[in-house]
Protein backbone atom coordinates (compact mmCIF):
# COMPACT_ATOMS: atom_id res chain seq x y z
CA UNK A 1 0.00 0.00 0.00
CA UNK A 2 1.22 3.17 -1.29
CA UNK A 3 0.09 6.64 -1.35
CA UNK A 4 2.10 9.09 -3.96
CA UNK A 5 1.77 13.09 -2.91
CA UNK A 6 2.48 15.79 -5.33
CA UNK A 7 5.18 18.26 -4.89
CA UNK A 8 6.17 21.48 -3.44
CA UNK A 9 3.88 24.47 -3.95
CA UNK A 10 4.44 27.90 -3.48
CA UNK A 11 1.51 30.49 -3.61
CA UNK A 12 0.78 34.09 -2.85
CA UNK A 13 -1.95 35.17 -0.21
CA UNK A 14 -5.54 34.62 -1.99
CA UNK A 15 -4.77 32.07 -4.26
CA UNK A 16 -5.60 28.98 -4.70
CA UNK A 17 -3.94 24.97 -4.47
CA UNK A 18 -4.58 21.69 -5.30
CA UNK A 19 -2.02 18.93 -4.26
CA UNK A 20 -2.90 14.82 -5.35
CA UNK A 21 -2.39 11.61 -3.71
CA UNK A 22 -2.02 8.99 -5.60
CA UNK A 23 -2.76 5.37 -4.12
CA UNK A 24 -1.63 2.31 -5.55
CA UNK A 25 -1.32 -1.32 -3.58
CA UNK A 26 -5.02 -1.48 -2.69
CA UNK A 27 -8.68 -1.11 -3.94
CA UNK A 28 -9.09 2.25 -3.61
CA UNK A 29 -12.38 2.42 -2.60
CA UNK A 30 -11.78 0.03 0.52
CA UNK A 31 -10.60 2.83 2.74
CA UNK A 32 -11.32 6.66 3.93
CA UNK A 33 -8.42 9.03 2.68
CA UNK A 34 -8.16 11.56 5.43
CA UNK A 35 -6.21 14.72 4.88
CA UNK A 36 -4.26 16.41 7.71
CA UNK A 37 -1.35 19.13 7.77
CA UNK A 38 1.19 20.27 10.01
CA UNK A 39 2.55 23.81 10.00
CA UNK A 40 6.15 24.49 11.51
CA UNK A 41 6.20 24.37 14.67
CA UNK A 42 2.72 22.93 15.46
CA UNK A 43 1.26 19.96 15.52
CA UNK A 44 -0.50 17.35 13.38
CA UNK A 45 -4.00 18.90 12.15
CA UNK A 46 -7.01 17.17 11.26
CA UNK A 47 -8.66 18.39 8.22
CA UNK A 48 -11.56 15.91 7.30
CA UNK A 49 -12.13 12.42 5.00
CA UNK A 50 -13.44 11.41 1.78
CA UNK A 51 -15.06 8.29 1.31
CA UNK A 52 -13.83 7.38 -2.09
CA UNK A 53 -16.56 5.14 -2.93
CA UNK A 54 -19.75 7.58 -2.99
CA UNK A 55 -17.50 10.50 -2.38
CA UNK A 56 -18.83 11.32 0.30
CA UNK A 57 -16.78 14.14 2.94
CA UNK A 58 -16.41 15.10 5.76
CA UNK A 59 -14.52 18.75 7.03
CA UNK A 60 -13.29 19.89 10.12
CA UNK A 61 -15.34 23.05 11.37
CA UNK A 62 -12.26 25.13 10.69
CA UNK A 63 -11.94 24.05 7.12
CA UNK A 64 -15.53 24.49 5.79
CA UNK A 65 -15.97 26.29 3.26
CA UNK A 66 -12.80 26.61 2.19
CA UNK A 67 -11.25 23.37 1.19
CA UNK A 68 -12.72 20.69 -0.75
CA UNK A 69 -11.61 16.72 -1.00
CA UNK A 70 -12.48 15.14 -4.42
CA UNK A 71 -11.80 11.64 -5.17
CA UNK A 72 -11.47 10.14 -8.58
CA UNK A 73 -11.45 6.54 -8.91
CA UNK A 74 -10.77 5.72 -12.77
CA UNK A 75 -6.83 6.91 -11.52
CA UNK A 76 -7.10 6.26 -7.61
CA UNK A 77 -6.52 9.51 -6.88
CA UNK A 78 -7.36 11.82 -4.63
CA UNK A 79 -7.38 15.56 -4.38
CA UNK A 80 -7.31 18.34 -1.54
CA UNK A 81 -8.50 21.60 -3.02
CA UNK A 82 -7.57 24.93 -0.61
CA UNK A 83 -8.92 28.75 -1.53
CA UNK A 84 -8.16 32.23 0.06
CA UNK A 85 -5.13 31.09 0.98
CA UNK A 86 -3.30 32.92 4.11
CA UNK A 87 0.03 32.61 5.50
CA UNK A 88 -1.45 30.39 8.25
CA UNK A 89 -2.05 27.77 5.58
CA UNK A 90 2.19 27.44 5.31
CA UNK A 91 2.40 23.60 5.90
CA UNK A 92 3.06 20.08 5.17
CA UNK A 93 0.03 18.35 3.87
CA UNK A 94 -0.57 14.65 4.33
CA UNK A 95 -3.15 12.48 3.39
CA UNK A 96 -3.64 9.03 4.70
CA UNK A 97 -5.75 5.84 4.46
CA UNK A 98 -8.18 5.40 6.82
CA UNK A 99 -9.21 2.35 8.95
CA UNK A 100 -11.35 1.21 11.36
CA UNK A 101 -10.80 5.38 12.57
CA UNK A 102 -7.32 4.79 12.42
CA UNK A 103 -4.75 6.75 10.27
CA UNK A 104 -2.42 3.67 8.32
CA UNK A 105 -0.39 4.60 5.54
CA UNK A 106 0.52 7.96 5.26
CA UNK A 107 1.83 9.85 2.12
CA UNK A 108 5.15 11.43 1.78
CA UNK A 109 3.76 15.07 2.46
CA UNK A 110 3.21 18.11 0.46
CA UNK A 111 4.58 21.40 1.24
CA UNK A 112 2.83 24.24 0.53
CA UNK A 113 4.35 27.75 0.92
CA UNK A 114 1.88 30.63 1.16
CA UNK A 115 4.29 34.07 0.83
CA UNK A 116 3.55 37.10 -0.88
Known amino acids: VQLVQSGAELRNPGASVKVSCKAS????????IDWVRQAPGQGLEWMGR????????TYAQKFQGRVTFTADTSTSTAYVDLISLRSEDTAVYYC??????????WGQGTLVTVSS
Open 96 to 105: ATERSGYLEV
Open 25 to 32: GYTFNDYF
Open 50 to 57: IDPEDGGT
